[in-house]
């Protein structure tokens, strides 16, 4: 850890920031966007420094969001609402932050999920981060973590029903499965292979599914068919810098020129085919996603990473934390190094006199510099896999997207 001390300084300086600015994040109450994901990296932060005071501003935070909902806060989505706020308290009792009925606590919470997400799924909108699949999400980690039985049954029930409905909105193509990229969020994309949006997050949470005998035989034939379908676009020979299209559009050649990033690029489809290689045991002798990832490791140039921030979503701690889990999966393959050249590049970009903690997002249409709080964009991204590098534990908050 050659640079310690710099990832200290940054994370107080993310606290102080986090601390003093929380409230403009007010109105969002996911864990994504909102003020949830500012409690979750204090609480690690605290953690970390066995801090006591850091874990009471998580808590402040998650009492002022409980006052919100109290007063009627209701918008729902996984990134920006009520689903987002119900996974961290589950995600926040489950690693024994706080002392909690989740039982109690989370079930009112309930049936007004559950009628959004069909309602999503009714209208096609599967988009994990605003639709369908950020429900599935958060009553599959009900259904894992719940120790009461009737409500098992009832999770095992609104999951089983979301498989039927991801099977109805589904397209069958020559090859396999394909699911449309809702029409609200880009009108010209066909398929979108995004874990933000696309349909790498249907396979990546129907392979979570997949895990417990009950869903099995529902999700296989939508698990296999669907990366069959992702599998014939793969490069032969195109001229780009990666190994698939981030996403499809009608009548149009692919685009090999895709970044590397979470939200959209290889690196979400090779973390898939490595759950699937985990979960079903899948694992061909070319092992595909192996090859991914060492494709994305060689790109540093940053004409070729197309990486321009420092942020989770599309900037080089998202790429850190990926690599940080892919070490670990294949240890001694030097991914290590990728690891520690994405976090050296992350903290190269905290050059912004008037940013957070120095970090800034690139932003919008056209594209501007601004400082964000969030996971998904901000500092408190940024400051939760700094904390990862410091950690002698497994912490497994990048559960929210996707990853671990």
């Known amino acids: 850890m050659i640079f310690e ?15 003093s600015r929380y409230q403009e994040l007010a109105d969002n109450l996911g864990v994504l966007s909102g003020l949830p994901g ?53 995600h926040l009792y489950e690693n024994e932050f706080i002392d909690l009925d989740t039982d ?55 999951l089983k029903n979301s498989i039927n409905k991801t099977r109805e909105i589904s397209s069958s193509t020559v090859s396999g499965l394909k699911w449309n990229y809702p029409k609200e969020l880009g009108n010209h994309i066909d398929c979108s292979f995004g874990l933000s949006h696309g349909m790498t997050s249907i396979i990546n949470i129907l392979l979570r599914l ?10 296989k034939d939508l698990i296999q068919k669907g990366v069959r379908f992702i599998l014939e676009t793969e490069n032969n020979n195109t001229p780009g810098n990666s190994l698939f ?37 899948c694992n061909d002798e070319n092992n595909l996603a192996l090859r991914i990832f060492n494709h994305s490791a060689a790109r540093r140039a940053a004409s070729d990473t197309l990486v321009s921030d420092a942020g989770f979503c599309h900037g080089s701690f998202g790429n850190a934390q990926i690599f940080k889990r892919v070490s670990q999966l294949y240890p001694n393959l030097g991914f290590e190094d990728t690891y520690e050249f994405w976090m050296q590049d992350g903290i190269s970009k905290a050059v ?35 904390v990862d590098y410091l950690s002698s534990e497994n912490n497994t908050w990048d559960e929210c997207l996707l990853i671990s």
Not at 129 to 156: D, E, I, M, P
């Open 210 to 219: 997949n895990e417990f005998p009950g869903f099995q035989e529902t999700t």
């Open 38 to 90: 500012i409690a979750l990296f204090h609480f690690y932060y605290a953690k970390l420094l066995n801090d006591n005071s850091q874990a009471d501003l998580g808590i402040s935070i998650i009492s002022e969001c409980i006052e919100k909902i109290n007063d009627g806060y209701n918008y729902p989505s996984f990134c920006n609402g009520l689903a987002g706020f119900a996974w961290t308290i589950e």
């Open 245 to 281: 299209p981030h996403s499809t559009s009608k009548n149009e050649p692919y685009d090999y020129n895709g970044r590397v990033a979470w939200c959209y690029g290889d690196l979400g489809i090779g973390l898939t085919l490595e759950k699937m290689n985990q979960i079903m045991g």
């Open 5 to 19: 001390g710099k990832l200290l300084k940054k994370l107080e300086e993310i606290s102080i920031v986090s601390e």
């Open 352 to 386: 912004h006199s008037d940013g957070y903690a120095g970090f800034k997002q690139l932003m919008g249409n056209p594209p501007q510099w601004e400082p964000l709080l969030s996971i998904l964009e901000g500092v408190n991204g940024i400051g939760l896999v700094m």
């Open 104 to 158: 109690d606590f989370l079930t009112s919470l309930d049936d007004f999920l559950y009628a959004q997400m069909i309602s999503d799924f009714q209208s096609g909108n599967y988009d994990f981060l605003h639709g369908a699949l950020g429900y599935v999400f958060y009553f599959f980690t009900r259904f894992k973590n719940t120790k009461n039985n009737n409500l098992k049954s009832r999770y095992f029930d609104f």
